[in-house]
């Protein structure tokens, strides 16, 4: 079958490009040899964020398209971001506090708010903002930002892409793929041979890697892998709110409530020269409790780590020395000779400006698709979050199913917002497995949510994995493996 755009790679961007794609009339086809976000898209700060300490590396504008597309996401993506309040304690020694008010105003202006409040200097020697810090801190900074369910983000986009006729594979790897005038002929690891008018190499880490060996395209743009760890322990403080500490170092180190009995801290910025399997190390996360231990008012430990997790950015090499300085910006490349099929490959990139990224992939591919529709995604909300059509969808829900317990209620709409009717159905979930996780929605992420293993309902799906027991998790590998 000849498609118009065959899409590499199924973390945010493949996804976001493919969606996009899809909804301008091309026929679509995404292929990810792995699992749907299983790689840098799961492992983020899960943060739909401007970038507040891009401005010392005056990345003027990429905070700025970030900033924009943070009030877009809040918008299309209302039951997967949330708002989220940040507190920058005041460390004389580390930034002075003309500084932060200079890049705090910056950050307030350089894109329209409509949703958020804007940054103000707060007391830190009484609540709300005290709770857990060492009371030697007195002063702060407050401003805004948002949380993301980054996994469900990105199966959101890739089932937006289906509805629109996309075809999206999983485990399906493009094994090669070579120019024949205006095609790409390809060959997948499922057997399929396909052609394609166009290709979009989103393959993120393994961007470089599939461009020059899978597609046999030569290329001077480097990838820098650099490794971000977390780390996630009990709750460390009282309160919603997420803190940004100044690190002696020169990074910033957040502390973000997480999953309601959780606090998440990271990140750390480590140079790798692999992708594969990356592992939180334990100096690592040494590095992340100290951080964190010099502003609490109780130490962290290693110890009291509840999850660990690692990701390796692909970070398009702009040959600065230190990692914490490599852009977080992203460039697109285009690649094609006069009269044959153009790759398009994505260097860097980070997941607040994923749509806007997807949007100019699209632009710069639409010569080669004459009749092809405009952009789209601004405004059209990813599914699930049609709230702006059904503003009492949470209230029906929760009436609906009132019969059920709370938890599962309460966590089937948070993964799939209005939609959860769809996987609830007539309310006969089956075996609980614990966390809110059922029987009845494990078998809507196998049917309908391309997942196939323990892994990929528990910490992609769903988060239900840090709420349960060995024994729960074990029994739902032993129900997906059945």
Avoid at 96 to 121: C, K, T
Avoid at 188 to 211: C, T, Y
Avoid at 310 to 325: E, H, T
Avoid at 398 to 412: H, I, N, T
Wanted: glycine fraction near 8%; charged fraction near 25%.
């Amino acid at each position: 079958m000849v498609y118009d755009l065959l899409v590499i790679g199924g973390g945010i961007n493949g996804a976001g490009i493919a969606r996009d794609a899809a909804g301008r009339g091309l026929s679509t086809i995404l292929v990810e040899r792995g699992d749907l976000a299983s790689a840098t898209s799961s492992s983020s700060s899960k943060l739909i964020h401007g970038g507040l300490r891009y401005l010392e590396q005056y990345e003027f504008r990429l905070v700025a398209e970030a900033l924009a597309e943070r009030e877009i996401l809040l918008r299309v993506a209302g039951h997967l971001a949330w708002p989220l309040r940040f507190v920058i304690p005041h460390v004389p020694e580390l930034r002075p506090r003309w500084m932060i008010r200079v890049g705090l105003f910056l950050y307030d202006h350089l894109a329209r708010r409509s949703v958020l409040p804007g940054s103000q200097a707060v007391r830190l020697d009484a609540p709300p903002y005290s709770s857990g810090l060492r009371s030697r801190l007195k002063h702060g900074f407050i401003y805004s930002d948002c949380r993301v369910d980054d996994s469900r983000l990105v199966v959101a986009n890739a089932s937006d892409a289906r509805r629109h006729g996309a075809r999206v594979l999983v485990r399906t790897e493009c094994t090669s793929a070579r120019r024949d005038g205006t095609l790409w002929r390809a060959r997948l690891s499922n057997g399929e041979e396909i052609e394609a008018r166009a290709i979009a190499n989103a393959a993120g880490p393994w961007v470089k890697q599939v461009l020059n060996d899978r597609l046999g395209q030569p290329s001077r743009d480097a990838v820098r892998l650099v490794k971000g760890s977390h780390i996630v322990l009990p709750k460390l403080y009282e309160g919603d709110h997420a803190f940004v500490l100044q690190n002696d170092d020169g990074r910033v180190v957040f502390i973000i409530p997480y999953e309601e009995r959780f606090t998440l801290v990271g990140t750390t910025d480590v140079p790798v020269g692999e992708a594969q399997s990356p592992q939180a190390s334990e100096e690592e996360v040494r590095y992340l409790c100290a951080a964190a231990s010099r502003y609490l008012e109780r130490p962290v430990e290693a110890s009291q780590v509840r999850w660990r997790y690692a990701g390796v950015r692909p970070l398009y090499d702009d040959g600065a020395a230190n990692p914490s300085a490599v852009t977080r910006d992203y460039t697109l490349r285009l690649d094609h000779d006069a009269g044959t099929a153009p790759v398009l490959s994505v260097f860097g990139g980070k997941i607040t400006t994923y749509r806007h990224l997807a949007e100019q992939a699209l632009e710069k591919l639409s010569p080669y698709f004459p009749g092809i529709k405009g952009a789209w995604t601004t405004h059209r909300p990813l599914p699930g979050s049609e709230f702006a059509t059904r503003a009492a969808a949470r209230h029906d829900v929760f009436e609906r199913y009132r019969d059920l317990p709370e938890l599962v209620v309460r966590g089937v709409f948070r993964r799939h917002g209005i939609e959860a009717p769809e996987v609830l159905g007539d309310g006969q979930v089956g075996e609980h497995y614990g966390a809110g996780l059922t029987e009845r929605e494990v078998q809507h992420f196998l049917e309908r949510e391309w997942a196939s293993s323990a892994d990929d309902v528990l910490w992609r799906r769903t988060k239900c994995g840090l709420h349960m027991t060995e024994a729960q998790r074990q029994r739902v590998a032993q129900v997906i493996g059945r």
